[in-house]
């Protein structure tokens, strides 16, 4: 099973782009399905990108257009490419791995956008 760990998080004004890292370790990185979540203060975690192993990807709704999660199996990475980033962006963003009836979690980036 892998470990995920996220960096790229930060401070950026309504309007910019972020490009979040999540590298994950200690499994087999190809054959799980690699998600993004966010948390924000009093919210609930939501998912906001998923990818599977084949590639296949899902947005929510309210990223659709403006995100783009890709994987570098090659590597061990994730990436989330966040642009026209919004206030309502903000919060914990998170990496998931999932296989089958296995997930892991990372601790966590903090991405802060200002208005």
């Known amino acids: 099973q892998v470990q995920p760990v996220e960096s790229g998080g930060g401070l950026v004004q309504a309007g910019g782009s972020l490009r979040l890292s999540c590298a994950a370790s200690?499994?087999?990185?190809?054959?799980?399905?690699m998600g993004w979540y966010r948390q924000a203060p009093g919210k609930q975690r939501e998912l906001v990108a998923d990818i599977t192993s084949d590639g296949s990807t899902v947005y929510a709704d309210s990223v659709k257009g403006r995100f783009t999660i890709s994987r570098d199996n090659a590597k061990n990475m994730v990436y989330l490419q966040m642009n026209s980033l919004k206030p309502e962006d903000t919060g914990v963003y998170y990496c998931?791995?999932?296989?089958?009836?296995?997930?892991?979690w990372g601790r966590g980036t903090q991405v802060t956008v200002s208005s």
């Open positions: 200690g499994g087999i990185f190809a054959i799980h399905d």
């Open positions: 998931n791995a999932k296989f089958r009836a296995f997930a892991s």
